[in-house]
């Protein structure tokens, strides 16, 4: 090739690189650094830096709680959404009828908008919901409605509805994934369905399942729309930050700062993610 | 006769609209390496699927060792499997792999250890024991797998197109390490293949196999030798097919004469013969003889012509025309050459021209 | 022997049951706060311990289109999100063309950069957003917020894109100028028909993103740009379940409409993450 096209090649490459690098770091990275810059600066100045807002926030015994209640929530909605995506792709890999039908459901919670998921579940599990109806009418010790609206328990609940798609489609794809012939290989060898299961398969998919969890583990870290509705008292760390421009004055430093903890956490979880990524599949 | 180690009665097996097996009836005896050889869809893995417990027959038995095991799942038939991709556990290390019936069977530890070692010896991989399945190459997998299957002695070995992943030369090797393996251990052993040279050089019997059915059951010899069928004949070494009508038959029954095409051909046939019958005939191409024009008339030699010569290295393969327009594909080793357009005289041995009776 | 048979397939029906039935529960699980939605908006009437409301009505419905100016709110929504959609298409496009068809250094960091905006919660840059408009007076417009929307849609339209102009084969382009045609020929007649399918679906992405986006708006937005996932939210604050039904009904029709189109199009799998490099 001559030189003068590749000059003009890489010319034109970079052109075309131009809105999208644009965008990046015009819409997200410099927002990025203006938060960066916030969290360091006093409230409502424009000149100085301190570290007071990180300080502060972690002096806090609130901050603690709100820190142990993001990781509670997101934990315990990742760990629900293994747990169930496990035997659903188990039971959906086998293609039972209306197979078709129920992998479109499994990604319903992730094409709605979480408030109108949010809405729906805060009506079902509601005092006069669905839920505490067949509760009290069918469970014998059940008397009063339970309480499960703003609860720890419920927004976990709420948490593992809205994220479990992550884990369930990584999940499958890793299932289907599998060479059949070496289930078979394990049958015949003499291992039955839950010894094949917890030898072969469950270890195999794993990596998928991880890096599916952590999907999940992520989304639900950082969910807002959620625990701003339906999250009543308990506030984690995605509503803190929005609480703090809620004052008058708002307190921009002290929202920026814990969006940069919250960034910063995040990162950290994907660099996990991608390790997971690009760890050698068995 | 004892009674066989693996039998299938009537089996049969659909697939939507398709017959995978239609009706199968087989039994393999004890210590036999029986093959069953076909095309591919001709139903040989499904066959060897329902011996595994893969599949459930839609109709028929399957029994091994006198016990019927239709209903009785894959896990509990005690029986070894090699796979065409090899199957092995890709997160598990190759001692893992064999271990691994052997821990499903709650073997204590020490002597898990040994069985493994054992197995390993035998198929030379002691020094591979941590590698894990992609760290080696497709033939060690696949003696990997052969030792999984063995390492729990089973009575029965599958094996499903185990050497169809490997290239040639190593195809050769293993299939002789595996017939070695299997005469050492004793074992009655059940062998899927499309490779036609494979059947013929490993098996005690051979059952060819065709659209769901079995055409024949034979040794290697009587396959090759004679095929009860046309798509036997065709499937199992080269062919040349001669439809022809009996003329008369000799006093006591064994060489027939018949025509084909404007020429007589005496061939060794069957005792129910009567003039006037047409039958088939099948030749193999490399026992019909070419001899030079010139040489001296007899039975059974016929002048003719070579339209076409392709040469092979170590055979000639030539398409030669008699009589009106018969066309039969000979080989001859390449000593002597016949050019194309040459005229050449060709003799076909009776004894080895045979008859099919469909 | 065949009553070993009858009685493993009974076994094996009684397992097939567990299944149906584990599945159903899903379902249920999955679309029943839907359905509650819409028997609250369609509901007269509902106190107390009722399966289902006792009356009917479209009251609340009428109540929110009227009193909650739903018309001027959904063209609000759809200004925004039609915006956005231009936006992130014309950065998809070049964008896409690049990842598609050109080598670039470092080309998987670049792609888990672009869809960083994605993985980290809008939330923590929202607020560097909205401090920026307030500076450059974007608050409260219609371009302002389309822009920061264009934050979260951007990495869908490129990621579509670019398996867009990768899947363009060279050797049609280069048939298509044997066969004569000149570069601007080609484009209209060759190139375009191929590509547009790819621009489709990205577009129907970066709509529904932008339709449903709640953060950002969240943070950009004023009393001329209430989209209707932010004025869902303030109804949901007011407390009143049915007219906050009502509104999210009218708001989650366009979604699933789009679903069903999607669907037939696009592997759905691509909508929900774990995409090839990140």
Redesign the interface.
Known sequence: MRRGSTRR?VLV?L??????LA??FG??F??????VV?SLRPEREQVGWTLEHYIRFFAEPRARDVIVLTFVLSIGATLLSVLFSI??CL?LRRK???NR?????????????????A???L??FGS???VN?FL?KFVPFVNEPVTINYTIPGLIIFYF?LYF??TA??TL?TLEAL?P??E?????????RW?TLR??VI??IMPGIL??SV?TF?AA?????IP??AGGNYRPL?VE??RQ?NFTPAR?SA??AR??I??LL??AF?TI??RILRRPT? | MSDPMIELRGVTKRYGDVLANDNVTLKIQRGELMTLLGPSGCGKTTALRCI???NVPDEGEVWIEGRNVTSV???K?????V???F?????MTVFDNVE??L???RMDKRERRERVMEALRLIRMEQYEKHYPREVSGGQQQRV?LA??LV?RPKVL?LDEPLSNLDAKLREEMRFEIRDLIDRLGITAVYVTHDQAEALALSDRVAVMSAGHIEQVGTPDEIYDYPQSRFVADFIGLSDFVEAAVISLDSAGEMVTVQAKGLEILISGRRNMSPGQSVLLFVRPNDVELLPASSEAGTNVFLGEVEKMTYLGDRNDYRIVLGDGLRLRVQTDGKVRFNECERVKVYLPPALCRVILE | MTLVRQYLRSLLNAR?LL??T??LC??L??????L??VF?SIGRG??????LPPEYTLDWYQWAIEVTDIVGITKNTLIIAALAVIMAT???I??G??FGR?R?PGKELLM???L??R??????????????FYRLQLIDTHFGVA??H??VC?PYA?LVLSATFEGLDERVLEAASVCGAGTLRSFFHVVLPLIFPGILSSMIFTF?TSY?E??LT?MTYGKDTTTL?VR??LA??EGY?EV??AM?IL??IP??LV?FLI?RQVA??K????FKG?
């Open positions: 090649t490459t052109l075309m690189l131009l809105p999208g965008g990046f819409l997200f410099y927002p990025m650094m203006v938060t916030r035997l659903l039971v039972p009828r209306g039908f129920y992998r479109l459901t499994m990604l319903i919670p992730r094409v709605v908008p979480g408030l109108i998921g809405l729906g579940l009506l079902l006069r919901g669905w109806l009290l509805w798609p992550f489609v990584t794809s060479d012939a070496i078979e290989a394990a049958g015949v060898a003499g291992a039955n010894q030898y072969v270890p195999l890096a599916g999907l992520m870290f950082g969910a807002f729309s701003l509705i995605s930050i929005y421009i921009w929202a920026s969006a940069m919250m960034a995040q990162v994907l993610y991608m068995a | 595994t417990g893969h799942p894959t896990h038939r005690e029986l070894g499997m796979f065409q991709n199957a092995l556990f890709p997160h691994f019936p821990m499903i069977r797998g999984r299957a729990y599958l | 097939k299944l149906s584990f599945l899903f379902a699980m999955i679309y029943t706060p839907f509650i939605i609250r509902w106190f107390g311990r009722l399966w014309l950065i998809g070049p964008t063309w690049a050109r670039i888990s950069m672009i960083l905006p993985m980290i919660p809008p939330i923590a840059y929202a607020l560097g957003v909205a401090q920026i822009l920061a264009v934050a951007a490129i529904t449903n709640f953060t969240l996932p869902t939210y949901i604050g379940w906050t039904s999210s708001l989650i979604s699933l679903l669907q759905p799998e909508l929900v993450g774990g990140v």
